[in-house]
């Protein structure tokens, strides 16, 4: 054989293969069986070196070689495990003879679970049929404790060794794979519980243990290396001669100290390495709680304190060492309580949390690798069945199984699933723990990423597990390819799975399946948090009935989306918008197509529709807008340009003001919707949001205002007799308006050369009424109100007046307030000459030369601590008040315009309408601490988000933290806050996470206030 020929088996270095067939004694002609088996493996060279390993290190390499000629059996087994464990490989390099334990009868078959728990024991010197067995260290080389332990673990490898040669050649399912680790590591903490006993005799002489399988130990579906998690329950024994139990306290110390003995055994190191860790986290009160408690204990706990969480946990809960007798008593106690954790009145909440807290909990940047909690990882598939079977093992209890896949088979047998979506979780599940095996089996450690193919180690790495995997033309392309198919079809069974049943009963289609009664459905749309069920099954029936396309899309679309309504602050409103908006649109081809094609445009209006009033107006006035959810570019907020010439084309195609102005309004409403969603879905920053709301009011305006002009000159018979300018001021001239903010502005006119002054204001009085009236009038799309209270003198001041007026207006009546309020001055629509003038003729007054002297700075400080004191509203609590509470808009806002009012004629980027750039200015100018800036730069966006969303989510708007806490809650859920932290078992609810931001974020804000504004 040559080296050509080794490359073309698979060989990387053929050269050096070639080498090492011959060094390891093997005839390259003669022995191609042996270097065939070699070339199977996962990675043959790996797999050759091994072979050499072994055999350097056995006294008799012959008879290894021999064996490996005479048996196909030893060859194919030996190996696979060499060329895809290089930690069994080390194993068997420091066990000589160990290769055996791939031949023969016993390495072809499963043991049952009774025969390796004996044979474990036997290992100890424990009699298994003992009532609590103990070990008997002699059967060690030296009598002591720590070979006896050791024993153990190199018993535990074998036998490890043993199932991983029939895994890795095919012998054995992935279930039955993972069911036999689960009770080999039963087995051996039960040994390791003999060995405690034996280390501490007169503490197994005070109780009884039992050991408590959780997770996926107790669900019999363990990996090769996990955390086996337990709960420890133990019983005081009678006092020898005394019909008296042991004191119990005694007792649970005495426990304590052999459960501790008993988790050192698989978890301590040594020259096996780590077994595993064993963990007891899952016990009551976690961490904090005792190692150990009686079953009153247990009983105690669950009755009173226990979240829901803990009885998903409990879900896989067995009795896997220790007193049997105590371990079914144990399960007798809680098994009623966790059948029946659905009843419970946070049920559905406490499974949100759970489910947010999955998703936190995944590293950054390994999202896309992550068999486990990734999207379409394994915990989909878990979370999915194990809710399922809460709610509905109440009452079947042929659904209480603690493994997924016997589950999920249950579940589809009994009409819960539909069997060919079981069929491909099943599948799916079956894949991505059989790649979690092949990850864990290389180095015998814990881990469910994907090697990173960037870079020739990670490629070379996924290429050992595509073979491994069967992939063998391109394993890195197929396994890859696989992997995101398995992905995908898991991400879209992982929504279907709750919902497809439902559909089936609401819909009366004909299928062969069993179908859930009508108040099973209820329950289960009850339990994804619907307030409604019986309405929500309305809706359910009417969207998806019938034989039409649109139907068969919605039977589709909406096994989904249910579970997206249920993520949503509002289910209820997100279902009925939902057929609303279907009905307006669902025979519609594109919107069809849409739906089909992308099922991100659902899942996005599942989102706005649950959570945003706003936003589900704004869309059922205009539902073909939904197609602008298909893509973030959609979302992107238009230029001021764009907008101003779609605005002219669209009054060009009507003949009346009113249809122009309303061809206007509804452009604004668009717009208003792009806001809103890029807002909800975290597409736009605060700062855009506010750019975009203020673009799209000045366009309005501007187009009203030449609609109003035409108007009035037309009416009047007349040539047009002034120039007309709208200014904006307050959020609307800073560029930052809200959702609900009304649009402050100012009129000024310049009578043209030989108009009398008394007609062109007569003109222009006419045409800024005309304007308000337009842009007012009642009409299906929403108002665009403005206010003129901030002209000068206010309401008793005339409305409009000429830019020669507030000349001498604020050439001698102007106060300080209105230096500071025509900082956010900002000329928007009408004639380019005059908004030019306008400003040349503000600028010296509120940036004036030399900067506002001392008094001038005291009557600031006067109005905005008379401001607080006047005009918060009754009742509310200044803390919360996002606009003029503590550390809210006015504090911040009021620091920035003092600071701009001293020192903008000296520094020329100080002279914006902007609050966050003035904030940026005066930093870069030292006039403000960095830091400092920081801290008033963050209230000011959080307030401002919190103010934009209360409108966005109750559809009215509002300047406080919502006091109804289902509406805070909401407000919450729509800006993001929810649980992240991972050691935290007892998890904040969204609306404490945000109140806590808030005071905290708003405390900082109003102590640098306080600092800046008020002293030199």
Known sequence: MTAGALA????????????????????????????????????????????????????????????????????ARLCRVLGTSPALADHLVRHPGDWRELRGADAARSPE???????????????????????????????????????????????????????????????????????????VLDASLAVARAEHPEDAALCRLAVIGMGKCGGRELNYVSDVDVVFVAEPVEEPGSDEPVDEQAAMRAATRLATAMMRVPSETDAEGTLWEVDPALRPEGRNGPLVRPLSGHRAYYERWAKTWEFQALLKARPIAGDAELGRAYMDVISPMVWGAANRTDFVEDVQAMRRRVVAHIPAGEAERELKLGPGGLRDIEFSVQLLQLVHGRTDERLRSGNTLEALRVLSEHGYVGRGDASGLADS?????????????????????????????????????????????????????????????????????????????????????????????????????????????????????????????????????????????????????????????????????????????????????GTSRYATELLLRAPEAVAMLADDANLARHSPRVLAAEAEAAQRRYDTAEESVAAVRALRRRELLRTAAADLLEVSSIQEVGSALTD????????????????????????????????????????????????????????????????????????????????????????????????????????????????????????????????????????????????????????????????????????????????????????LHTKLGRGGLSDVEWVAQLTQLRHAREYPDLRTTGTLEALEAAVAHGLLDEEDGEVLAQAWKLASRVRGMVMLVRGRGGDSLPTDLRVRAAVAGAMGCGGDDEDEEVWEGPSDRLTESYLRTTRRARAVMERVFYDD
């Open 696 to 879: 799209i009011a000045a366009v309005t305006i501007e187009a009203a205002l030449r609609l109003a002009q035409n108007r009035v000159v037309a009416a009047s018979r007349d040539e047009p007799l002034t120039r007309v300018c709208v200014v904006a001021m307050g959020r609307f001239g800073g560029g930052e308006l809200t959702y609900a903010s009304d649009a402050d502005v100012m009129y000024v006119h310049d009578p043209l050369p030989g108009v009398d002054k008394g007609a062109a204001t007569k003109q222009a009085m006419a045409i800024v009424r005309e304007l308000a009236r337009l842009l007012e009038m009642p009409a299906a799309e929403p108002p665009l109100k403005v206010d003129t209270d901030l002209r000068p003198e206010g309401r008793s001041g005339p409305v409009v007046r000429t830019l020669e007026s507030y000349a001498v207006y604020y050439g001698r009546w102007s106060q300080v307030w209105e230096s500071q309020a025509l900082l956010r001055a900002k000329p928007v629509a009408g004639d380019p000459g005059l908004r030019q003038a306008f400003t040349e003729l503000i600028d010296p007054i509120r940036y004036p030369k030399g900067g506002i002297d001392s008094s001038a700075v005291l009557e600031i400080r006067k109005l905005k601590a008379r401001m607080e004191s006047e005009r918060l509203p009754r009742g509310a609590d200044p803390t």
């Open 8 to 75: 073309r088996r698979g060989f990387s270095d053929s050269i050096r293969a070639l080498r090492l067939v011959a060094e390891a004694g093997l005839d390259a002609q003669a022995d191609t069986d042996v270097i065939d088996a070699l070339a199977a493996a996962p990675d043959p060279d790996q797999a050759l070196l091994g072979l050499i390993r072994v055999l350097e290190s056995d006294a008799d390499p012959d008879e290894v070689l021999d064996a490996l000629r005479e048996d196909r059996e030893l060859r």
């Open 113 to 187: 679970q009774e025969e390796v728990r004996r044979g474990l024991m036997h290992t100890v010197g424990a009699d298994p049929n003992g009532p609590a067995p103990v070990a008997d260290p002699a059967v060690s080389e030296d009598g002591s404790a720590t070979a006896l332990r050791h024993l153990l673990r190199v018993a535990y490898r074998r036998r490890v060794l043993r199932l991983a040669g029939r895994d890795l050649t095919g012998m054995c399912t992935v279930d039955e794979v993972a069911a036999e680790l689960a009770d080999l590591a039963a087995s």
């Open 429 to 609: 599940y079956r894949f991505l723990r059989r790649l979690e095996h092949l990850l864990q089996l290389e180095r015998l450690r814990r881990t469910h990423v994907m090697p990173d193919s960037a870079g020739p180690e990670g490629s070379e790495h996924l290429r050992r597990l595509g073979r491994a995997l069967g992939f063998t033309a391109d394993p890195v392309r197929e396994l890859t390819g696989a992997r995101r198919r398995v992905s995908s079809e898991v991400r879209r069974l992982h929504e279907k799975l709750f919902y497809r049943p439902l559909l089936n009963a609401v819909a009366r289609l004909p299928d062969e399946e069993a179908r859930l009664s009508p108040e099973q459905a209820r329950d289960r749309l009850e339990a994804l948090g619907f307030v409604d069920p019986g309405g929500a099954l309305r809706h359910l029936e009417s969207l998806t009935s019938g034989v039409s396309r649109r139907a068969s899309i919605q039977r589709t679309l909406l096994p989904v989306m249910l579970g997206w309504f249920s993520d949503s602050p509002d289910p209820d409103s997100a279902l009925l918008g939902f057929r609303q908006v279907s009905e307006a649109l669902g025979t519609t081809p594109w919107y069809l197509r849409l739906l089909r094609d992308d099922v991100r445009v659902a899942e996005r209006m599942a989102w706005l529709l």
